[in-house]
């Protein structure tokens, strides 16, 4: 049975900090991996999406490696902005249909 | 726009009653799904679609039941053998095939009365 774990799950860093999220996965048989932001009472928003066969994926700050051997994901965010206070998720494509998630990590951003 | 459509935002449900969540997209997506957000755990899948009329369970189905009779809708009925409700439930679409992304509506918060 796919695990995935996120660690820290909060996380409180200054505006301006360049940051590393991180996500870990125990079955390294995926077809991808998807990198997601949650704000309170909200829905999932879609960062990054990285293929099994890929290495990493860039959107503008961020930026979402994939050790798929390791079992290990980064999420990383430069030069950080209160507007990047969220919780960020990572989901892991198994099997059939079958997509497993992490319990998130909480970031706040302090001006 | 483009995008997938829950509603209500806000339920509340009475004990022994049944209610309706709606999911609707225009995505043109094949698959449709339904997961569960509890604080402090991941999603969990309820149900499933990935084609008209078939669907299924995921890892917490019981007390819960599902449609899809058409392409955009996917409905999710918690029943009154779910004894637990209160939670936050998502709808989700994709492609279908196993290299596409998710894409999520904004969720509707159930709450017991």
């Known amino acids: 049975k796919q695990e995935v774990t996120q660690i820290p799950a909060a996380l409180s860093v200054p505006e301006g900090e360049n940051l590393v999220l991180n996500c870990s996965f125990t079955?390294?048989?995926?077809?991808?991996l998807q990198w997601f932001r949650q704000d309170p009472g909200k829905g999932l928003t879609s960062l990054l999406l990285i293929q099994s066969s890929q290495r990493e994926q860039t959107s503008g700050r961020l930026n979402a490696s994939l050790d798929k051997s390791s079992g290990r994901s980064t999420l990383y965010i430069a030069a950080s902005q209160p507007g990047d206070s969220a919780t960020y998720l990572c989901?892991?494509?198994?099997?059939?249909?079958?997509?497993?998630f992490g319990t998130g990590t909480k970031l706040q951003v302090i001006p | 726009d483009g995008g997938i459509t829950q509603s209500p935002k806000y339920l509340f449900r009475k004990e022994g009653q049944n209610v309706t969540l709606s999911c609707e997209q225009n995505?043109?997506?094949?698959?449709m799904y339904w997961y569960r957000q509890d604080p402090g755990q991941g999603l969990r899948l309820i149900y499933y679609s990935q084609i008209v009329n078939d669907f299924q369970k995921g890892d917490i189905a019981e007390g819960y039941s599902v449609s899809r009779e058409k392409k955009e809708s996917f409905p999710l009925t918690v029943t009154s053998a779910q004894k637990n409700p209160t939670a936050f439930y998502l709808c989700a679409s994709s492609s279908g095939t196993l290299t596409e992304k998710l894409f999520f509506g904004s969720g509707t918060q159930l709450s017991v009365l």
């Open positions: 079955d390294s048989a995926i077809y991808n």
């Open positions: 995505l043109n997506h094949d698959a």
């Open positions: 989901a892991v494509r198994g099997g059939y249909q079958k997509v497993t």
